[in-house]
């Protein structure tokens, strides 16, 4: 009887990684709830094959973030960025021209043909269909970011919603950020990593309504801190060592934030501080019933990570006001989807990607405002569409059951678009990021792999980052003409006008190294996105955590983290 899967867990061997893992009999029960129903018949959406990482890394490998080209807009001809590199086999408009009424997704419409798989012909559709080049919504003076939501004269800034001026990073909510990943209501800060409700501070990580923090770390409620680690409510610490308020401001305005030993110095000491500073197995707030981490207003969440205000969910990572979805990335503001990546705002919507405002749409991608929709690319205000086809309803709600039959004999049903899909090259990606592979691996694979090339800018000098003026007081305007070598990878970058303006309202030094660079040594920062049985390191008791039990960090569990720190 089907309902004995929601009593009965099953474990499944990955179908990649040949890792055992569990599938939960709320998992299941899910898959039964979001199966289609057709002429009084559900199609049940039958459990994965892969695990949750590897479905995690199936779905990263679609979105490329950072990796921007040169290219022409296919219909307007305007010369700009986009996503996509020139030898891309498909049409690329700009934004504008994306989201007009100059070209319908419907306009590359065909019949499905059942002697062919579902995903060839899904493949060929791609190859038809306009991409819009720089995903940008509502977003004003932003033409060098990317999957930007409702921001403003913002730079290099990626996968942000709601933010003004903020450059290079991912905000959210945001106003003058420079620098940061995943930084949320925060205002005047750079160089911060999963931080929250900021107001000017500097090099900080999980650092939560606090401000004027300076290489700091999981503080909350705190002002006026240097070289920190673990502190609630605290005023006028350097080091986790309390000082009177004069004492604190005479130490901190002989810092000199433009000398590199000064702030070697004090990195030094956080870090230290840091290491001796017990950790929360799963940093969070808000919570109940939850596994995972920076978890915050969730219930009922599950093996899910960097996610706000969810409930009854699992494996999502990266998310916002969720309800009743499994496997999420980079999204906000949905209920019941599965296998869903990319924008915010869609209801039962399935194994699809990029797509905002939909209802019971399955296998689709780049569509708006669109309902009942199987296998649609760039599909807008429309309904009852197979591969951009328009049907009625009586034909759609015939024709997509054959389809499903189809699919399941061939062993696509329930299965996410495959990398092969993809239109990146699997470094381009934000896989690489968080399953970083080798280029050997990448092509064993059949996975695409690209070879980067830095395109030179136009300046007027090359000045390596080691020669630059070390204090923001004799850097000359003419900065802005130059590109500078980064001391790490010897790749050019240029500052632009914007940022200047930044590093010297804040008394900032010149960044010595390229954006990339920066931004991966902030993701460096993390622990990786998976769970490991441990011992909390006061009272032994058995947590899930991710820190592995190899890591030299003291972990406590809730309680005896709460009796430390309070």
Known sequence: ?????????????????????????????????????????????PAPTLCPECRQQRRYAIRNERNLHRRACTLCGRNGLAMYSSEKPFPVHCASCWWSDKWHGEASGRAYDFGKSFFEQFAALQRDVPRIGLYLVNSENCDYCNYLGDCKSCYLTFGSVYSQDCLYGSAYYSKDCVDNLVTRECELCYECTDCRKLYHCFHCQDCFHSDHLLLCYDMLGCSECIACAG????????????????????????????????????????????????????PSSSVQNVSGTHIYNCKNTFQSFYVDRCEDCAYCMQTVDLKDCHDNNYTEENELCYEYLGMYGAKNTFLSTFSRHTYDVWYSEYCINAKYLFGCVGIRDRQYCILNKQYTKEEYERLVPQIIAAMRKAGEWGEFFPVELSPFAYNETVAQEYFPLSKD??????????????EMPKVTKIIAAAHLPPSIDDIPDDILNWAIQCEATKRPF???????????????????LHPDERHSRRMALRNPRRLWGRACGKCAKSIQTTYSPDRPEVVYCEECYLKEVY
């Open 441 to 454: 691996e990448v092509q064993r694979r059949g996975w695409k792999w690209r070879e980067e090339k830095d």
């Open 494 to 512: 240029k500052i632009i006008k914007q940022e200047l303006e930044f590093y010297r309202s804040m008394r900032l030094p010149i960044p010595h």
């Open 231 to 282: 502190l609630r409510n605290k005023k006028y610490h350097i080091g986790n060592k309390a000082y009177s308020k004069e004492e604190y401001e005479t130490l901190k305005a002989a810092i000199n934030l433009n000398d590199a030993q000064t702030m070697r110095k004090y990195r030094e000491q956080m870090e230290t501080v840091k290491l001796a500073t017990p950790r929360h197995y799963m």
């Open 1 to 45: 009887m089907v309902l004995e899967v929601y009593f009965f867990s099953m474990q499944q061997s990955c179908r990649q990684c040949q890792q055992q893992f569990d599938i939960a009999p709320s998992d299941l029960a899910f898959y039964a709830k979001i199966s289609p129903v057709f002429n009084g018949k559900k199609e049940m959406v």
